[in-house]
């Protein structure tokens, strides 16, 4: 298996513009989940799916951020638009459904807003 | 709200020595603690995972213990390697946080030959 992949691996906008990370899981994982990493506040869950559906977005920080899953291999999460203070590495990572289970991560976007 | 705190930050030690991570948490109430490795630029890696009726698990030179009641984990790492420089990171899912993994700062590995 590929492992979960995540696209692009880079991106570098201007403030103001519509930012859209892609993450495709691990095949057969039912459970996906979007984390940002940044020094000042490390690593943090923004929203979890399970089934495609959205169980947990508490750690949305705003109305600028939103996620979707239209099928079991595809998620995006957008923001619109983008801040500086958005710079950060995004993580993607699947897991079969369960608390008790391995999460397995992508290698991260790195998103830079100028 | 759970916090996680991760002693030292970071730790630099020569090739071939035993070493212990330490990870603490605030609230108790974990339905699981995991150990993670992260190189520089790129994603995590899981390491250990222990639930919460376990008090260690092993893998190969990692051993990683858990005390649920004093809300402590260390993760030990025998004979290190340069190869081992890397992030660790500790996360904990609560009993009633679904999925939600809550993670430290992490400490940071160097291991010089």
């Known amino acids: 298996d590929a492992g979960v992949i995540q696209s692009p691996r880079h991106e570098v906008t201007e403030m103001g513009q519509e930012v859209t990370l892609r993450c495709k899981p691990i095949?057969?994982?039912?459970?996906l989940f979007w984390y940002r990493q940044t020094m000042m506040r490390g690593l943090e869950l923004l929203i979890y799916f399970n089934n495609n559906v959205p169980i947990d977005d508490s750690g949305m920080p705003e109305d600028r951020f939103s996620a979707k899953m239209p099928n079991a291999s595809f998620s995006t999460l957008k923001i619109q638009p983008s801040e500086p203070r958005d710079s950060a590495v995004y993580f993607c990572?699947?897991?079969?459904?369960?608390?008790?289970?391995?999460?397995?991560f992508g290698p991260g976007t790195r998103l830079t807003v100028l | 709200k759970q916090e996680v705190t991760q002693i030292p930050a970071a730790l630099s030690v020569p090739e071939g020595e035993n070493l212990v991570l330490n990870c603490s948490f605030t609230d108790s109430a974990i339905y699981n603690l995991q150990w993670f490795r992260q190189d520089p630029g790129k994603g995590l890696t899981s390491l250990l995972l222990?639930?919460?009726?376990?008090r260690e698990q092993t893998s190969g030179r990692l051993n990683a213990s858990l005390d649920k009641s004093s809300g402590r984990s260390t993760l030990y790492i025998a004979a290190s390697q340069p190869g081992d420089s890397a992030t660790y990171l500790c996360a904990v899912t609560g009993e009633t946080s679904g999925s939600r993994l809550t993670f430290g700062e992490g400490t940071q590995l160097t291991v010089n030959p």
């Open positions: 990572a699947s897991s079969i459904q369960g608390a008790h289970r391995t999460q397995y």
């Open positions: 095949s057969g994982h039912n459970s």
């Open positions: 222990i639930q919460s009726s376990q």
